[in-house]
């Protein structure tokens, strides 16, 4: 097999969704019936190895099973790896990379909320990059810089900065290009005028440093009480039910689903007849 596809999910701001992103990205490309490894470069938080632990310990308890990834962790004492020098951090990232690259058809990284060299370094090797959005300019300024009297665009700012210089870093050497698409997490329900002012400002921004612009995940109660089990709407099915079963599923699932077609996958494979059985 040759190198794996490596997709990064990134913003150096917290809590705009990345874990969240990840795992369901990770379940819908397992469901899909691809061969996925993980890694995550969290390394004090460390919530995508957190959800597949839960995960294996749900399904063992169970009798029941689901697809798990491939996983290297890069630490068995992350937060002590955390407090180490970047080279040794580069290191042990580039050896659990290196262990599941040959091994899986797609490499799921998820990385901190900060510019480390370790998040750097694995922006480099992404063939696509998904920054999660939340519906906020306070989001937004990770990105670009508005003019505080007009509101107009006024240049890209420190993330988009990240991914230009890493863009740049992988066409120089491997003379390969990085697609990146910025996904709109947790929309309001409602079309504010100022979700409105910053649609604009974020298409704007799309086409001067060349992101693509998809739907992300809304904030559904699903996609937290599914966490504790290592479970996503992509599990849900008539043996994997841990919670009870409503509309608002289905609807989850159409959204991943969306969020799948975005990235430039077909999305899931199951349908949500399954689901709602």
């Not at 310990?57 to 990834?69: K, R």
């Not at 750097?120 to 696509?128: E, F, P």
Request: with cysteine; aromatic share 6%.
């Amino acid at each position: 097999m040759g190198q794996a596809s490596v997709i990064v999910v990134g913003n150096e701001k917290g809590g705009a969704g990345k874990s969240t992103l990840a795992i369901h990205i990770v379940t819908a490309l397992l469901h899909g019936g691809a061969k996925v490894a993980v890694l995550d470069l969290d390394l004090r938080q460390q919530t995508l190895g957190h959800f597949f632990a839960n995960r294996a310990a749900w399904l063992a308890a169970n009798g029941v099973e689901a697809p798990m990834p491939i996983q290297h962790p890069i630490s068995s004492a992350g937060d002590a790896l955390a407090k180490a020098p970047d080279a040794e951090q580069l290191e042990r990232f580039e050896g659990a990379f290196a262990a599941v690259a040959s091994e899986a058809d797609f490499v799921v990284i998820d990385t901190p909320g900060a510019d480390t060299a370790i998040m750097r370094a694995a922006h480099v090797k992404a063939d696509l990059i998904v920054t999660p959005m939340n519906d906020s300019f306070v989001d937004f300024d990770m990105l670009g810089v508005v003019d505080p009297v007009t509101l107009d665009l006024k240049r890209h700012s420190l993330y988009a900065e990240t991914v230009w210089a890493c863009r740049k870093q992988r066409a120089t050497v491997e003379r390969k290009q990085i697609d990146w698409v910025v996904l709109r997490n947790r929309l309001a329900p409602t079309e504010a005028r100022n979700r409105r002012r910053l649609d604009e400002r974020v298409e704007a921004l799309s086409k001067k440093v060349g992101f693509r612009v998809g739907p992300g995940l809304r904030d559904r109660v699903i996609y937290r009480e599914l966490f504790p089990f290592g479970l996503t709407v992509a599990d849900l099915s008539p043996t994997i039910r841990p919670v009870a079963m409503s509309l608002q599923h289905v609807a989850a699932r159409q959204e991943l689903r969306a969020v799948m077609v975005a990235l430039g996958f077909n999305g899931l494979d199951e349908t949500e007849r399954m689901a709602a059985e």
